[in-house]
Every structure is written in structure tokens, then in C-alpha cells.
């Protein structure tokens, strides 16, 4: 069956999106179809604002505002300033917060190292990692990359560079699943996983 270009567009454009296969893609579209015009231009409108009025924090790289160049955490005088949780993804900034076991700031290197996918150091925030820890006051930096092949790579070659700083560089303790992704984790595994983190020496 042909289907009119603007069904087509539709279930081509959801296709593309993680987790969803054309049957999905297909029954999404013609949901919308049927259902009333305000969810399509909720649904729209939101699209825009996903992209138009959010960027990235100039000091840790986790979402925030447009507009806004700290995010609240940043800006939140209350927390740690001198301890420093380092995450492969906001998402991991989400898990570790509702935690509510941490109380510093995060920076997001907005990645793993990942030589497959070839994803270097430069793609990654950690120029500006390394910048935070000569111009800030920092004593720990707590590398919670995720517990896989890519996450402990990270881990291991963000320790080699911070370490002529002189910094405490501490990993988050096992019990995590292998594997698997920080946001997937449970808050015990998490909070668990933070108060057992270890220094990570030679
Ligand atoms: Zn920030």
C-alpha cells in the first residue's frame, strides 16, 4: 500500500529513534492521526523546544536552559565545590541525584572513549575536565563512568591524565552491573556503589 507522503515522513522520521521498529514507527503515526489535534501540536511544540531552548552548561556540560550559562547544580553554592563526579551522560546525572547520596557537582563527558566507534579523547569533555581541576579547588574527583568495556577504558585513561595534578581520583565501587548503564541502576546499587568507592591507585 502507498501511503500519502506526510504518513510516510512520519513513520520514516520515528524509524530513526532508539528502541522503535517500523511496526512501532507505523502504529505511533496513525495513533496521531485519530487522536485529537492538540496531542500532535503538544507533541510538536515540544520537539521545538527540545532543541531550541536547551543547551549545554559551560562548566559541567549537563543540560541546562537556554540562556543560562551555569545549570542549577553549578550554580547551587550549597553544594561540594570541591568534589567533582565525573558521568558518560546527563541521564547518569539524573540516576546519581535521585540517589541522594551525592552532593557536589558532576562534569558530563558526553561519552566513553570507544576506539570501535571511533571516539577519542578529543570528542569527549575531558580537555575541559582537566581545566576544571588546575582552576578549581578541587580534592576528589569520582569517576562514574559505566561499569563496561568502555566506561573502565575511560576511567583508566582519565586517572593517567588527572594524576600528575595530585588529585584524590576515587571509582565508583563494583556491585554495579557489569555491563550495563549507570541510569539503569537502582538507587541502592548506586548509593552503595558511592559509598564504596575506591581510591584509584597504580
Ligand atoms: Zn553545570
Do not use: W
Request: aromatic share 4%; proline share 5%; charged share 20%.
Amino acid at each position: 500500500m502507498l501511503l500519502p507522503a506526510p504518513i510516510q515522513d512520519l513513520i520514516n522520521a520515528f524509524s530513526q529513534l532508539p528502541g522503535i521498529g517500523p511496526k512501532s514507527a507505523s502504529r505511533l503515526t496513525f495513533y496521531l492521526l485519530t487522536a485529537p489535534d492538540e496531542l500532535s501540536q503538544d507533541l510538536a511544540a515540544a520537539l521545538i523546544s527540545l532543541k531550541t531552548e536547551t543547551t549545554y552548561c559551560q562548566t559541567c556540560f549537563n543540560i541546562t536552559v537556554t540562556g543560562q550559562v551555569q545549570c542549577e547544580i553549578c550554580s547551587n553554592s550549597d553544594r561540594d565545590q570541591d568534589v567533582i563526579c565525573v558521568v558518560e551522560e546527563p541521564l547518569d546525572v539524573l540516576a546519581l541525584e535521585r540517589t541522594d547520596g551525592f552532593h557536589g557537582r558532576y562534569h558530563v563527558l558526553q561519552g566513553a572513549l570507544s576506539p570501535i566507534e571511533g571516539i577519542g579523547p578529543d570528542d569527549l569533555k575531558i580537555r575541559e575536565l582537566l581545566a576544571r581541576v588546575d582552576s578549581e579547588n578541587i580534592g576528589e574527583i569520582i569517576l562514574a563512568t559505566n561499569p563496561s568495556l568502555e566506561g573502565d577504558a575511560t576511567a583508566m585513561y582519565l586517572r593517567q591524565q588527572l594524576t600528575p595534578s595530585g588529585v584524590r581520583i576515587t571509582r565508583l565501587a563494583r556491585g554495579l552491573p557489569v555491563g550495563g548503564d549507570l541510569e539503569y541502576a537502582d538507587q541502592h546499587t548506586l548509593l552503595r556503589a558511592l559509598a564504596g568507592r575506591q581510591e584509584m591507585g597504580d
